[in-house]
């Protein structure tokens, strides 16, 4: 940081801004997330009009799990010129920071551009089951299941919903029914656990959570 302004004279200097651009790509190639930014940051200052450096500095922060700045640099971006790459990533980083109500109003924005993509829909029922707004999950599964999402998928969400609702036995008796066709998947013996949990069923919780594991 205190040598910054020095930086960004020296990449004035053609020779030295090409030698600075094959180390970015180098640390990209090498997946060096955290000396990456570094590189990526003094570029997208440099290129200060330069939206898909801003994306790339976005992303690698949002790797990391650095969400403040990975927020930070994407919103760098002007709100007209976030195409439908940018608006996922965002999406994404909102629903990291559990900023639900932002993540809907993304994920509502890229909707008028890839509408009914069972994966926005998922997102939104998350967001709205994390908010405890039951009804409006409700709606949105309704409207997952013309999608192309399989069988399996339609379930943990029909089953994440009962649980939201405090419904354990509905959720249950889905998993039970289910239980022969999925007893190897991990996210339905994660469910399955919980459910049994909030029932009080602790020993037959305990089973399921160590056949995930």
Known sequence: Q?????????????KIFETTIEVTNFLIKKRDKY????????????LSTN???????????YEIKMLEQALYHIKRIPDKEL???????????????????ECIKTIRRIEKIDNNNPTNIIM???????QKKI?????????????????YQKILIEIQINLAKGEFYEAIKILENNEKQYKNKQEYLELYSTALRKIGSLKKSIDKIEKSK
């Open 35 to 46: 000396f990456l930014v570094i590189y990526l940051e003094l570029l997208s200052i440099h």
């Open 135 to 151: 009804e409006d999950a409700e709606r949105e599964f309704i409207k997952l299941q013309s999608t192309s999402i399989s069988e």
């Open 83 to 101: 195409s439908l790459e940018y608006l996922k990533l965002l999406s994404n980083i909102y629903h990291e920071k559990l900023e639900f109500s």
């Open 124 to 130: 939104i029922i998350n967001c709205y089951r994390r």
């Open 51 to 61: 939206n898909d450096l801003k994306y790339r500095l976005a992303i690698t922060f």
């Open 2 to 14: 205190s040598n910054k302004d020095v930086i960004l004279k020296l990449l004035k200097n053609k």
